[in-house]
Nanobody, 120 residues
Framework: QVQLVESGGGLVQPGGSLRLSCAAS????????MGWYRQAPGKERELVAT???????NYADSAKGRFTISRDNTKNTVYLQVNSLKPEDTAVYYC??????????????WGKGTLVTVSS
């Protein structure tokens, strides 16, 4: 069984920074793209950033210049460095990964999310 576990969320003041982590574990053969999404209260889940297994990144316009996605393939972990946080960045941040399991099947997996609250 494959699972994704996020960590690193919390309460931060406007202008502050956080580093979110998401580790994949279980019967993993390989991981393709990994990414971060977020869902603010009353809004739909939206893309924040993605990174391929080769390190190619893609960002939502709202994340460009302030957020940096990276991954450590040796640890099956993806990170999101979030800087210059604004109150509108308040959301539950979800990790997503397309994973090939040892069973030979692939699918998209989601973590349970980590809450980021930006408030003074």
């Amino acid at each position: 069984q494959v699972q994704l576990v996020e960590s690193g969320g919390g309460l931060v003041q406007p202008g502050g920074s956080l580093r979110l982590s998401c580790a994949a574990s279980g019967s993993i053969f390989s991981i393709n793209a990994m990414g971060w999404y977020r869902q603010a209260p009353g809004k739909e889940r939206e893309l924040v950033a993605t990174v391929t297994s080769g390190g190619i990144t893609n960002y939502a316009d709202s994340a460009k210049g302030r957020f940096t996605i990276s991954r450590d393939n040796t640890k099956n972990t993806v990170y999101l460095q979030v800087n210059s946080l604004k109150p509108e960045d308040t959301a539950v941040y979800y990790c997503n990964a397309h994973i090939w399991a040892m069973t030979g099947y692939s699918m998209n997996y989601w973590g349970k999310g980590t809450l980021v609250t930006v408030s003074s």
